[in-house]
């Protein structure tokens, strides 16, 4: 993978690693924040519903107050005292009751029978226990109890707070109950004052209701003496909603965050690594043999920047130690070329000269005789032979010299190797074997490309001779080179003879000129590619041409 | 002396001037058929006359009654106060048992009798009998100069409706002359309104000892009904002379269980009737019975029959006579089959009236009809009203007031 690629996804992870930790960890903390908000508000709405329901008891005390002090009272006190009640008796808690406020209001005397009812009428004449129990407790304490109704379906109680006062007149007493009935209007008043869902629950259910309630709630429950009790659900759906909200919010962030990491792991890694790849095709150059590449140091910074500008250096000092060594070598190579040439030159002319010498001392001594004739005849024709010698040192020193330069085109390698092996038949104990992979393309010159595949073909044919053996020609191809490979089973090349083997004019055969393989490593060379001897097991030798693969495309 | 005394006050009645008057109810309701309580009943007889005013009643043959109307009133106007009455739904209709058919004749209208009536004369003079011309006509209720019993001495009658404290007021403050339906003492004023309690056979005989022995009417008339007002133990009033004295209480039943519903029908438009009602709901519940209120309009009290588990409370204004007085209830108490048997076992007594009180007393256990209480129609006047009589159902006769000179 890329180191961009690998970078940008370092990135990404680590963005993602962060959301997958801190959205978690966050949203829980965010929730216990709002479970605790939601407690401490619903804390602080109950210690309302409690002022309210003392605020309630107060006004129904302060009614009963009023009353107690009331002359309308003493007056009807004074007749309820009297045996039987007159009439208007009665009808006096009715009166009494709706101006004060209270909605139940009942005279009782000593025994407990209703001398008026406000809230039941027909219930004059009779015991009231729930009523009279009220009397029993604590002198002007407001308590909940239980006040029997007229229903449309018959009797119904409902849970009411009451406070009992005592009227004495003369030697008789009179107890007036009274307060208010818990309804809905209280439960609404609760509901609207906390935004709960507020029922008024006895044993027989809920007889009072007020307000809405969406989603799942909190429940608290607040005793209404022994009969009832007020049961407040708090709406959770605010909570959720905000939960959602910020989980959406977070979500939102997120996915920003990462698509931002994305963003920048890209352009962070495309800007750390543009130098670095830069190095990377540079080295690649330089590897493949292109001298003084440079790479551009605008894009990078810091230890980057630094090693650009090294590497830089480094191809220059690379590139100017090469041409010295380059210059040094042509130097070398063509000293050792004008040794060997001399060498070779030498070598006719010793002949050349013995044998004008020979017809010079001949003719000194004017003898020209059957014996000179021969001797001259046998000197000029090995003279010829030595210029002709000579003469073909010259053309093939001057073929190698001018060598012309290679007219690349695309080239499909088979196409080159088997016209060329069409023409080689098995003889003299020589065979030959074809291998030939399709597809494998190069720029090269065709001509100078069937030279070098004759001269490795001839150099393996003369490596087997005279037993014979197997000439095979393969090519292939790796990721970024086509291959052309000819093998021999032949004795294979002696360890000190390898190092110089492409030199000209090094050679093992006695009639060999020394120039093919120097000639075919140079093709190479013009090719951008590279001539190599490798050994074969067990033995023989192989020549591989590498030659830069050209793609399909 | 229920007769009209105009010749008493001939020598001292004055002409003239406007009676205002108070009645203490909510609304008016001044329909024959429905002229039950002492308000409506009192707004009726300004604008109408009972038909036993209206008419002289003649035998000329056995089996036939004759109604000729006395000058003034239309044979019409007869006849359709009896269809009004034949064809009404509830217990007024019982008003004309014995009368099978009717017709216009050259003296008036020809009664067929199918056996004994129920003291027609004296049942003709009930409310729902009603008919025009009253002794006060048209929107202002002005004095009606052709009325058959001669021109009302007042020039009119203006009516108001209060509360009994407002009336109260009014009438301090010298705005209202008259005040009907305001609580008085009791006086010897007939006392014909009466409420009673149907209750379905199939509930006997649990329920009416169950009532019986819970429902004090002398708690009911001293907490519920405006004086003047009084228990009602039998089927007639102690006015029609019936007995006063309470029946014997039955032992109290145990309680039903599981508790029986049952609901309580009732006129919605009186205040009276709902107090019972939830009165019955307080003495009935430790009984296991679970009482429900059915208010409904009057139209529908008198006109449904009740169903099995229904209990109906009727205020009823009875006839000034005890055989019709007990036709009506019986009629009420759905005994309608009972009439005929009833009826000529009283014709054939040589003191009818008598006989029905017997008979009363006879089949009070055995209809299912529960007598609570009676009422009469309080009056408070002025000390410029004079001569204030009553007719013969307890009414104020207003056609014979006249005002005292300042």
Redesign the interface.
């Known amino acids: 993978m890329r180191l961009r690629w690998t970078l940008a996804l370092a990135f990404l992870g680590l963005a993602a690693l962060q959301v997958a930790v801190v959205v978690p960890v966050a949203l829980r903390n965010l929730s216990a924040l709002l479970i605790r908000q939601q407690e401490s508000r619903i804390a602080q709405l109950m210690v309302a519903v409690d002022a309210e329901t003392q605020r309630f008891q107060a006004d129904v005390r302060r009614a009963m107050d009023e009353l107690e002090k009331s002359q309308a009272l003493e007056d009807v006190a004074r007749d309820a005292a009297k045996s039987?009640p007159p009439?208007h008796v009665?009808t006096a808690a009715s009166q009494l009751m709706t101006p004060r406020g209270l909605d139940v209001l009942a005279l009782l005397d000593d025994e407990g029978r209703t001398l008026s009812s406000g809230h039941?009428?027909?219930?004059?004449?009779?015991p009231s226990d729930p009523l009279f129990a009220v009397t029993k407790a604590p002198a002007r304490a407001v308590v909940a109890t239980n006040v029997?109704l007229?229903?449309?379906?018959?009797?119904v109680t409902a849970p009411a707070v009451v406070t009992a006062r005592a009227v004495d007149y003369g030697d008789r007493r009179v107890w007036v109950v009274g307060g208010v009935r818990l309804t809905s209007v209280h439960a609404g008043d609760l509901s609207r004052l906390t935004g709960a869902k507020v029922d008024i629950v006895t044993d027989a259910g809920v007889v009072a209701s007020a307000g809405e309630l969406a989603g799942p709630a909190t429940l608290r429950t607040v005793p209404l003496g022994e009969v009832a009790r007020l049961e407040l659900r708090f709406s959770s759906a605010d909570l959720l909603a905000t939960r959602s909200e910020v989980l959406r919010a977070f979500l939102l962030l997120a996915a920003f965050g990462l698509l931002l990491s994305v963003t920048a792991g890209f352009w962070v890694s495309r800007r750390v690594t543009r130098p670095v790849e830069a190095l990377t095709d540079a080295a690649a150059q330089i590897a493949a043999g292109t001298p003084g590449v440079k790479v551009d140091a605008r894009g990078a910074s810091g230890e980057l920047k630094a090693l650009v500008q090294t590497f830089n250096r480094m191809t220059d000092d690379l590139k100017a130690a090469t041409d010295s060594l380059v210059a040094a070598e042509r130097v070398a190579a063509w000293e050792e070329v004008a040794r060997r040439l001399a060498h070779e030159i030498r070598n006719p002319l010793t002949p050349i000269r013995m044998s004008l010498e020979t017809l010079l001392a001949l003719s000194a001594r004017g003898q020209a005789d059957e014996k000179f004739k021969s001797l001259f005849s046998d000197s000029a024709r090995a003279v010829l032979e030595e210029v002709d010698r000579l003469k073909r040192i010259v053309d093939e020193f001057s073929h190698f010299a001018r060598l012309p330069r290679p007219q690349p085109a695309a080239l499909e390698l088979a196409q080159v190797v088997q016209p060329v092996m069409a023409l080689y038949a098995p003889h003299d104990g020589l065979t030959y074997d074809v291998q030939l992979a399709s597809g494998v393309r190069v720029m090269g010159d065709k001509d100078q490309l069937t030279q070098v595949l004759v001269n490795l073909v001839k150099n393996a044919e003369e490596a087997m001779a005279p037993a014979g053996g197997t000439v095979t020609v393969r090519v292939s191809q790796t990721d970024t080179h086509a291959l052309l490979e000819v093998s021999d089973q032949g004795p294979g090349i002696a360890s000190e003879l390898k190092a110089r083997l492409f030199e000209p004019y090094v050679t093992t055969k006695p009639d060999g000129s020394g120039l093919g393989l120097a000639i075919a490593q140079r093709i190479a060379q013009e090719h951008g590619g590279r001539l190599q001897a490798l050994d074969v097991a067990p033995k023989g030798t192989c020549f591989r041409l590498s030659l830069p693969r050209l793609s399909e495309r | 002396m229920l007769a009209p005394t105009s010749a008493l006050a001939g020598g001292r009645a004055r002409f003239g001037g406007t009676l205002p008057v108070v009645l203490v109810t909510k609304k008016i309701d001044a329909r024959p058929l429905f002229a039950d309580s002492p308000t409506d009943a009192v707004a009726l007889s300004v604008t109408h006359t009972p038909l036993c005013q209206l008419v002289t009643l003649s035998a000329p043959a056995p089996g036939t009654l004759r109604l000729s109307p006395r000058s003034g009133v239309s044979t019409d106007e007869v006849a359709d106060a009896l269809t009004r009455v034949s064809q009404a739904a509830g217990p007024y209709r019982a008003l004309l048992s014995g009368v099978a058919s009717w017709k216009k004749s050259p003296g008036g209208l020809e009664l067929t009798l199918s056996g004994p009536t129920a003291d027609l004369p004296r049942a003709l003079c009930h409310p729902s009998f009603s008919a025009h011309p009253g002794p006060f006509q048209g929107a202002r209720t002005e004095a009606n100069p052709t009325h058959p019993a001669g021109r009302p001495f007042l020039d009119a009658v203006t009516l108001a409706t209060a509360d009994a404290r407002a009336a109260e007021r009014l009438f301090a403050q010298r705005k209202a002359s008259l005040v009907v339906g305001a609580?008085t003492p009791a006086d010897d004023a007939p006392q014909l309104f009466v409420t009673v309690l149907v209750f379905p056979p199939a509930l006997a005989p649990h329920l009416p000892a169950a009532l019986e022995s819970t429902v004090?009417r002398e708690?009911l008339v001293?907490?519920?009904l405006p004086?003047p007002s009084a228990p009602l133990p039998g089927l007639l009033p102690p006015s029609l002379g019936g007995s006063a004295d309470p029946p014997p209480r039955p032992a109290r039943p145990s309680p039903l269980t599981p508790a029986r519903?049952v609901a309580v029908t009732f006129d919605a438009g009186s205040d009276v009737e709902r107090?019972i009602a939830?009165?019955?709901?307080?003495k009935l519940?430790p009984l296991g019975y679970?009482?429900?209120?059915?208010p409904s309009s009057r139209e529908e009290v008198r006109a449904r029959p009740p169903a099995s588990n229904e209990l109906t409370l009727q205020s009823l204004l009875l006839p000034p006579s005890p055989p019709a007085a007990l036709a009506v209830l019986l009629e009420a108490a759905g005994q309608r089959a009972r009439l005929p048997q009833v009826l000529s076992t009283i014709a054939a007594a040589p003191e009818p009236d008598a006989r029905a009180r017997e008979l009363a007393q006879e089949l009070l256990p055995q209809v299912p009809l529960l007598p609570l209480a009676t009422r009469g129609v309080g009056v408070t006047a002025a000390r410029d009203v004079q001569h204030l009589s009553r007719d013969a159902s307890g009414l104020p006769r207003l056609d014979e007031l006249f005002l005292a000179p300042e």
């Open positions: 039987p009439p009665t039941l009428p027909a219930r004059l004449g009779e029997e007229s229903g449309p379906t018959g009797l | 609580p004090d708690d001293r907490f519920f004086p519903e107090a939830e009165r019955l709901q307080v519940q679970r009482v429900a209120l059915r």
